[in-house]
């Protein structure tokens, strides 16, 4: 799956926001696999915010993923859990081929932010990605990421899946 749009959310009430590109929360025993998110993430929460490009809690294993775009994420608790692809991730879960936009402006409360899944995902620059190396790792010896310069804004993309018709 995929998403390209800009995503925002507020949480006016004291409570943690889980926000991301594709979901707030993704886990379960199943696997997540070949799935990209493009666009921004601006959460605003009275409390907590859990955010990453792919979903605010990444909890269940993931391949063969990218995400390009900023997360913003205001909030007045001490601890907000932020990342490029995941804000809240787990030691119990795999991560294989994760890319994060090294270019990607993390912040919390307009600071830099240390990312929570720096560890589980690589980091790559947009040109890097652009590029049919890049989609080569995705593809892992598979063809379900394709590329074209004139789909995508040049990135890669799911073959015979939205921007990938």
């Known amino acids: 799956s995929y998403s390209s749009g800009n995503v925002s959310g507020n949480l006016s009430a ?11 929360t993704l886990e ?9 998110a493009t666009g921004n993430i601006n959460a605003r929460s009275g ?28 909030a007045t608790a001490q601890t907000n859990n ?14 294989t081929n994760c890319y994060r936009n090294s270019g990607a402006a993390i912040t919390v409360n307009g600071q830099p932010a240390t990312l929570t899944d720096a560890s589980v995902t690589t980091p790559k620059t947009k040109a890097e990605m652009q590029n049919n190396d890049f989609r080569d790792l995705l593809n892992s010896g598979t063809s379900v990421w394709g590329r074209d310069s004139g ?15």
């Open 82 to 95: 932020i990342g490029a692809l995941g804000g809240v991730i787990s030691s119990n879960t795999t991560y």
């Open 47 to 74: 409390f907590a915010v859990y955010g990453g490009g792919l979903a605010g809690a990444l909890l269940a294993s993931i391949a063969n993923c990218y995400a390009t775009g900023n997360v913003a994420c205001t």
């Open 151 to 165: 789909k995508n804004d040049g990135l890669p993309y799911i073959i015979g899946v939205g921007v990938g018709r």
């Open 14 to 24: 004291r409570g943690i926001l889980n926000i991301g590109g594709l979901a707030g």
């Open 28 to 36: 379960g025993s199943g696997n997540i696999s070949n799935c990209f």
